[in-house]
């Protein structure tokens, strides 16, 4: 009895020594694993590179059962640090149906891509997709060209403070929160209580001037004066025909459309090589795949409730963000 003991934990001890010397093995793709090139179309030298920006705009990492997911902010900059060493990409085309998402996660994606273009003089294109409302278009502002899908809906340049209310459902409870404050405005906007004038006037002074910057950019890079100007203030959405009329976009086409003005903008060979980073290997890989982590397998959350959920999980905060698209199938 005494020698099967020992060879059970001699065993033992020897799967532990070769797990803890061989490589980590993983089954799904994550952040920690490495972007790789991928070819997607053509065969010349120099390359366009496609990136997506997809989902609401956010620094945040996405955490899964099995895997953590790259934050977009962390993904899109590693993009941009990849392509700011390949001197053979040209062109970086950005690929973008996003409802948009907080203020500074948009923001930060408008610096990093309108700095990447100073520092390496490489051109910028953007092809919108389904959406790129709010935030999706503030980060579409740096490109040389902004081109929108017949059917996209953009504009909505304006910032929105959410905020949950709950005091009059706990006054039907009976239930009350207590607070101890060191300043008279520390639980301003707080859900637990109805907000005063006063402070209903200190957050609308707040997103007026995170709309106001938002509204500055759209002036420096569109060229938007006047009454053009304000058509687009106020917020609105826009369809495609009537977002080139008011001067938002710069052409109506496909995605392949948008391809063929990023080799032109960069006097590039016709069979300039179209180009992905990826973290997953895809069969029949091409130009629609939104992906660049994931897994084979199509991994669901247990309890699934899709936009709804997108909706609830934002904090409360200022967001660069068409509410609206959230609720849409």
Request: charged letters at 20%.
């Amino acid at each position: 009895m005494k020698k099967c003991t020992d060879l059970m934990f001699t065993g033992l001890f020897a799967i532990l020594l070769v797990a803890c010397a061989s490589p980590r093995i993983t089954l799904f793709s994550d952040a920690s694993d490495p972007l790789r090139e991928v070819t997607l179309d053509g065969t010349a030298d120099d390359k366009i590179l496609m990136v997506p920006i997809t989902g609401v705009i956010t620094d945040s990492p996405k955490s899964r059962v099995t895997r953590t997911m790259p934050g977009m902010v962390q993904e899109v900059v590693s993009h941009l640090r990849l392509a700011e060493k390949d001197d053979r990409v040209k062109v970086v085309l950005f690929k973008i149906d996003t409802p948009g998402g907080t203020t500074t996660a948009s923001d930060i994606l408008y610096h990093e891509i309108a700095a990447f273009k100073q520092r390496t003089g490489k051109k910028v294109v953007v092809c919108m997709m389904n959406l790129a409302t709010s935030g999706g278009y503030y980060v579409s502002l740096p490109a040389d060209v902004i081109m929108a899908h017949p059917t996209t809906v953009t504009g909505s340049i304006g910032v929105i403070l959410m905020r949950p209310q709950v005091s009059g459902l706990m006054e039907k409870i009976g239930v009350d929160v207590r607070v101890n404050k060191s300043g008279e405005n520390k639980d301003m906007g707080s859900p637990f209580r109805a907000i005063t004038p006063a402070e209903e006037n200190m957050l609308q002074d707040l997103a007026d001037a995170l709309g106001r910057r938002f509204v500055d950019l759209v002036k420096q890079h569109r060229g938007l004066e006047g009454e053009r100007l304000a058509t687009v203030a106020d917020a609105r959405i826009f369809l495609a025909e009537d977002a080139l009329a008011a001067g938002l976009v710069d052409k109506i086409g496909y995605l392949q459309d948008a391809i063929a003005d990023a080799k032109a903008l960069a006097a590039l060979n016709p069979d300039a090589r179209v180009v992905a980073y990826r973290r997953t290997d895809y069969p029949n890989d091409n130009f629609y795949n939104t992906l660049t982590s994931g897994t084979h397998a199509n991994l669901t959350p247990m309890v699934d409730m899709g936009p709804i959920g997108d909706l609830l999980s934002l904090d409360a905060g200022f967001y660069y963000l068409w509410p609206q698209a959230l609720d849409a199938p």
